[in-house]
């Protein structure tokens, strides 16, 4: 089984091409994952810092909330005491 040095040479061209493909294609992934990372944890940090907005929203709506729900307690019982007295 004799090989001719065309057949070596489309061999070695052949195993040259994966390699330098596989290597092309291993630092393209890793470029890609990294720049993915990078947003993710932007985006991460950016949804942090909304959900802490929205929850000094909800705690101020809260203390509003009990705030005027007193208030109106406090009417219905006047109210209460007038309708009582006539």
Avoid at 69 to 81: A, C, L, P, T
Wanted: no cysteine.
């Amino acid at each position: 089984m004799e090989f001719s040095i065309k057949d070596i040479a489309t061999i070695v061209s052949i195993i040259i091409t994966a390699i330098v493909t596989f290597f092309t294609t291993k630092h393209n992934l890793k470029d890609y994952i990294r720049d993915r990372i990078d947003e993710i944890n932007k985006d991460l940090s950016h949804l942090k810092v909304e959900n802490e907005r929205l929850k000094g929203q909800i705690t101020l709506q809260k203390q509003i909330s009990d705030m005027l729900s007193g208030r109106v307690f406090d009417k219905i019982e006047d109210i209460e005491k007038k309708i009582n007295k006539n």
